[in-house]
Nanobody, 123 residues
Framework: QLQLVESGGGLVQPGGSLRLSCAAS????????IGWFRQAPGKEREGILS????????YYADSVKDRFAIYRDDDENTVYLQMNSLKPEDTAVYYC????????????????WGQGTRVTVSS
């Protein structure tokens, strides 16, 4: 059974950095396309980044392009989201998932959502 555990969230000042982790059990990450999502307070969950398990191509929402990056550690079966130059509008609960598409606007998780990890960007 697929289980995802996100971690690494916390409180960070504007301009700071965080690295989120997503550990999976029940599947090997390298076989799948991966998506990161976030849900800001009072807003719907949105896709922000997708990464191809086939050729490592990565696609970004405009809101995070040039600031966020994804890394895979196949040995640890863990995926990381490196977030730099954080802004207050990045405040959200962040989720990872194996996804059915690389289209950020339409990708959906192949399994259940994890519990997410909360990121708060504030001075």
């Amino acid at each position: 059974q697929l289980q995802l555990v996100e971690s690494g969230g916390g409180l960070v000042q504007p301009g700071g950095s965080l690295r989120l982790s997503c550990a999976a059990s029940g599947l090997r990450w390298f076989r799948y396309d991966i998506g990161w999502f976030r849900q800001a307070p009072g807003k719907e969950r949105e896709g922000i980044l997708s990464n191809s398990g086939l050729n490592d191509s990565t696609y970004y929402a405009d809101s995070v392009k040039d600031r966020f990056a994804i890394y895979r550690d196949d040995d640890e079966n863990t995926v990381y989201l490196q977030m730099n130059s954080l802004k207050p509008e990045d405040t959200a609960v962040y989720y990872c998932a194996a996804v059915d598409s690389l289209d950020i606007a339409s990708m959906r998780p192949l399994g259940s959502w994890g519990q997410g990890t909360r990121v708060t960007v504030s001075s």
